[in-house]
């Protein structure tokens, strides 16, 4: 699955969950203009909770405090 988001006028964030196999791990890229992020999951909800994380802030939302180390 691909997907974009915008976080300005001039820029897109794309994103991309891939299933490495057909019962995962699943893979999350994340390719900001300034830096790529690229995680792995167990299930494919997992990723999609973390997509939905980092494009909150990305757009300027705030990080859950479970996610705050």
């Known amino acids: 699955m691909v997907s974009f988001f915008s976080i300005g006028p001039n820029t897109n964030v794309r ?3 891939e299933a490495l196999s057909p019962n995962g ?3 999350l890229e994340v390719d900001h203009p300034a830096k790529k992020i690229v995680e ?3 299930t494919p909800f997992e990723a999609l909770v973390r997509h939905a994380e980092i494009e909150s802030v ?3 939302g705030v990080l859950p405090q479970s996610r705050i180390n």
Do not use: A, I, T
């Open 40 to 42: 792995y999951f167990d």
């Open 15 to 17: 994103v991309e969950l």
């Open 58 to 60: 990305l757009c300027g």
């Open 25 to 27: 791990p699943y893979r």
